[in-house]
């Protein structure tokens, strides 16, 4: 299969576009992270760009285009709304007519922000409800997905973490912009920071190799449609951090419990975003990860990350 990752820079595109090396005639995007992967060709591009990005397409004539490469700042989108539209909306429109003019599958990775979390352990057949400006740009984007006829999977996964590229040196990067959640609580934790975490806040933590496996094997399925692919715990902030410090043996005094009207944030967030995975895992033969196992996992490929 010739697989194009949109993306391959950040996180999970980086994890996904390095396993698929394995199997595939791989290649991946990077716009302002420049990252190298074996066995793999790595390409510049601004999905923004619509002629760029219909002109990469269309010589790689790729099978399936994997499209992870989005403004994922919740807060930043919801003040900066034109710049997150542009990338999140228009960018993704660009990757889909690319795809359809040269009959390639999209899968395109969307979030579990699109539920309000009033109710929790949400199914595919729940109505999305979006309440921040972040996840009312991936909804209309997965709209964009579905309307135009091509052959695609919209995933919805929740809290990726993992080891990022750009923090493979270590956990000492002042930057929080490419930093995911568990970076984030490792590097306070220790550093022996206090950390303040909300306890009202729930999701289905996701470990960025699990989803990246996941998403190979959609690749390579005939399968279409939209699937929840997220962890398998449903937990809160608070009680995610707790077990980040469990299980890298780190001192747990630290982490202070605050609730959302306490730790004022910018974008309104949901309160109860669980995702139910049983049709992703019954239709593609899969299995999402418990907290516990992911971070377990993590902590395994420190010496690698460290």
């Not at 949109?6 to 420049?34: D, M």
């Not at 990338?87 to 040269?102: E, F, H, L, P, Y």
């Amino acid at each position: 299969m010739r697989l194009l990752v949109v993306g391959g820079s950040g996180l999970l595109g980086y994890k996904t576009a390095r396993f698929a090396v394995e199997k595939h005639e791989t290649f991946f995007t990077f716009n302002y992270r420049r990252a190298r992967i074996e066995g793999a060709t790595a390409m510049r591009l601004d999905k923004c760009d619509r002629a760029a990005t219909l002109n990469m397409i269309k010589k790689i004539k790729p099978d399936v285009v994997i499209d992870a490469a989005a403004l994922h700042s919740v807060d930043y989108c919801e003040t900066h709304p034109t710049e997150a539209w542009k990338v999140n909306v228009a960018g993704t429109r660009n990757i889909v007519d690319g795809c359809k003019q040269v009959d390639s599958k999209m899968i395109f990775l969307s979030t579990d922000y699109v539920f309000n979390g009033k109710e929790g352990y949400y199914s595919e057949d729940d109505i999305p409800d979006p309440l921040n400006y972040y996840a009312k740009t991936k909804l209309e984007a997965e709209n964009i997905v579905k309307s135009t006829g091509i052959s695609y999977v919209i995933a919805r996964p929740s809290v990726i973490y993992g080891w990022n590229p750009s923090e493979i040196a270590g956990l000492k990067s002042s930057s929080g912009k490419s930093m995911n959640f568990v970076i984030w609580a490792l590097g306070k934790l220790r550093n022996g920071q206090d950390i303040k975490v909300v306890n009202d806040q729930y999701g289905s933590p996701t470990l960025a190799d699990n989803l990246a496996e996941v998403l190979l094997v959609m690749a390579s399925s005939n399968e279409e449609g939209v699937y929840h692919t997220a962890g398998k715990s449903c937990v809160d902030r608070y009680n995610f951090t707790l077990k980040i410090a469990e299980i890298f043996d780190l001192t747990k005094d630290s982490i202070k419990p605050v609730t959302s009207d306490v730790f004022k944030q910018v974008a309104e967030r949901p309160k109860r975003c669980c995702l139910n995975v049983t049709k992703a895992e019954d239709t593609f033969k899969i299995r999402f990860l418990k907290v516990e196992e992911g971070l377990s996992l993590m902590k395994s490929q420190t010496e690698e990350a460290d």
